[in-house]
Nanobody, 122 residues
Framework: QVQLVESGGGLVQAGGSLTLSCAAS????????TGWFRQAPGKEREFVAV???????LYADSVKDRFTISRDNAKNTAYLQMNSLKPGDTAVYYC????????????????WGQGTQVTVSS
């Protein structure tokens, strides 16, 4: 069992930056693949980035070159560094974990945080 708690969301102007954190408790975090997803009002939850158990990172095209996913296994914490934010990035951001390789669909993740709101003003 893994418990996830996100933090770091907030209100930022377009072009600004935020760093989200995902603190994990429970079993060894390093054995899990960690994903970030987001959900805007009226839209489905969508993949943002993933950090696999082996260290591979992958990004959605919409955030590539702007967002960076990382993980500190010693602290059992994953991060999402978000730069050059746009109003279209406004959403609730969720951290998720699964035992196994990288996946891009929300239903393939077993553990979820409660989400943190990111609002980007124009």
């Amino acid at each position: 069992q893994v418990q996830l708690v996100e933090s770091g969301g907030g209100l930022v102007q377009a072009g600004g930056s935020l760093t989200l954190s995902c603190a994990a408790s429970g079993r060894s975090f390093s054995r899990y693949t960690t994903g970030w997803f987001r959900q805007a009002p009226g839209k489905e939850r969508e993949f943002v980035a993933v950090f696999s158990w082996s260290g591979t990172t992958l990004y959605a095209d919409s955030v590539k070159d702007r967002f960076t996913i990382s993980r500190d296994n010693a602290k059992n914490t994953a991060y999402l560094q978000m730069n050059s934010l746009k109003p279209g990035d406004t959403a609730v951001y969720y951290c998720a974990a699964r035992y196994g390789g990288s996946r891009f669909e929300a239903y393939e993740y077993d553990y979820w945080g409660q989400g943190t709101q990111v609002t980007v003003s124009s």
